[in-house]
């Protein structure tokens, strides 16, 4: 069974403090990961994807992965009122690289 | 910005109804899926379809769920007899390709079904 592990929050940061949020996934097989944003209500969005180990920086946005941690973590710089929403970790696996995701991490960010 | 359509945003059944969701992915995009999300819990893989065949399926995915691909453009989702716990979000996603760097899901807007 694979398995991708978030802490579900919540995490509350203030406007302009870095928010971290962590990821671990069981599968090691597992080929690219993902970060998504999802609000209330609404579907997914992506906002990172990773492949290998080390950073991805995009924006105020970095990604880190660890394959042999199994660690994925997603950091938002300068975090704004407007990155409050829930984040979805997932790993890609298998032939048609279907998705398994966490239970999302939710981020309040205070002003 | 391509987008996937997803139609309609919000349908009720009575119990032991069929329904068919409806998709339109992106058009140069290859790779065609469905996931659910019970509110309050994670985003589940259903089943995903390319070049006009499923290529692989959860365990969610039983004999009441069939997908097609009836044309070009749109892409199905069809439960044959609604239970109460087939209520959920729907969501469609399609993918350029597998091998293609920094491809990502995108997922549609969702279908909201209640089944009463």
């Known amino acids: 069974q694979k398995e991708v592990e978030q802490n579900s929050g919540p995490l509350s940061v203030p406007e302009g403090a870095i928010a971290s949020l962590n990821c671990t996934y069981s599968d090691r097989v597992s080929q690219s990961f993902f970060w998504y944003r999802q609000y209330s209500g609404k579907s997914p969005e992506l906002i990172m994807s990773i492949y290998s180990n080390g950073d991805k920086e995009d924006g105020r946005f970095t990604a880190q992965l660890n394959k042999a941690s199994q660690y994925v973590s997603l950091l938002i710089r300068d975090s704004q009122p407007s990155d409050s929403a829930t984040y979805l970790c997932?790993?890609?696996?298998?032939?048609?690289?279907?998705?398994?995701f966490g239970s999302g991490t939710q981020l309040t960010v205070l002003p | 910005e391509p987008e996937v359509t997803q139609t309609p945003s919000h349908q009720v059944t009575q119990m032991g109804q069929e329904v068919i969701l409806r998709c339109v992915p992106i058009s140069n995009h290859l790779y065609f899926y469905w996931y659910r999300q019970i509110l309050g819990q994670k985003v589940e893989f259903l089943v995903s379809?390319?070049?006009?065949?499923?290529?692989?399926k959860s365990e969610i995915f039983d004999d009441q769920f069939s997908v097609e691909r009836p044309d070009g453009s749109n892409f199905t989702l069809k439960i044959r007899s609604t239970k109460l716990e087939d209520s959920a979000m729907y969501f469609c996603a399609s993918s350029e390709g597998l091998g293609v760097p920094g491809y990502g899901y995108t997922f549609g807007s969702g279908t909201r079904l209640t089944v009463v």
């Open positions: 379809f390319y070049n006009n065949e499923i290529s692989e």
């Open positions: 997932a790993v890609s696996s298998g032939s048609a690289r279907q998705l398994t």
